[in-house]
């Protein structure tokens, strides 16, 4: 079993930062990949940053240049602590943030932080 469980989020004004964290711990020892997703009010969810377990980064249009994801993995491959650098918030940036693990037998999905960017 894997559990994620993301934190960081919260209101932050337009041109702010933030910095979400998603531990992630169980049975992760093959995962191959992990993405930050998010979904704001009345819109599907999707992918804003994603990044293998070989340190392949890819970032949504949207993000590019603002946000950064990185990954901590302890040395014991017992836990992995997923970051998403949030620079230059914008208003449509709010949404609820979430992170996610895949390994060759499933995708994993946490609850969600949510960010909301307001003045």
């Known amino acids: 079993q894997v559990q994620l469980v993301e934190s960081g989020g919260g209101l932050v004004q337009p041109g702010g930062s933030l910095r979400l964290s998603c531990a992630a711990t169980g049975s992760i020892n093959n995962f191959y990949r992990m993405d930050w997703y998010r979904q704001a009010p009345g819109k599907l969810r999707v992918l804003v940053a994603t990044?293998?377990?070989?340190?392949?980064?890819?970032?949504?249009?949207s993000v590019k240049g603002r946000f950064t994801i990185s990954i901590t993995i302890s040395r014991d491959n017992t836990m992995n602590t997923l970051y998403l650098q949030m620079n230059s918030l914008k208003p449509e940036d709010t949404a609820v943030y979430y992170c996610?693990?895949?390994?060759?037998?499933?995708?994993?999905w946490g609850r969600g932080t949510q960010v909301t960017v307001s003045s």
């Open positions: 990044i293998t377990r070989d340190g392949s980064i890819a970032y949504a249009d």
């Open positions: 996610t693990l895949r390994d060759p037998g499933a995708d994993y």
